[in-house]
């Protein structure tokens, strides 16, 4: 569990971020198991993702593979405080590319959450 510290301090390198990138900032987490008893945290913030790397995003998906694709619009979002790190993350775990991607997505519309009814 979070101390109030790390708490307070992460509230205030979150604005700091928000100014820098201009206000549209998303964190993205999840939890990936490491084995049957430990699981290991991933923590990322993307800028909102531009349509053209969206565009490039679909294109890429079904000339080179989701995985790739993925890894190519997620370094197009994401800060560059947190490059390095979600570059290295995706090397060692690449389903993260995947699941992150899918949320990124959904940023710019494309959700699971339609619902269509014949009238």
Known sequence: MESKENIVTQASSDEQLKEKYGGKLYRVGMTVPVDDENEMEYVYRFKRPSVPSYDRYIKSASQSGITKASKVFMLDAVID?????????????????????????EILGLTNTANLKKL
């Open 81 to 105: 405080e947190d490059r390095d790190k979600l570059t290295k993350d995706m090397e060692e775990n690449p389903g993260i590319a995947i699941t992150i991607g899918n949320k990124l997505t």
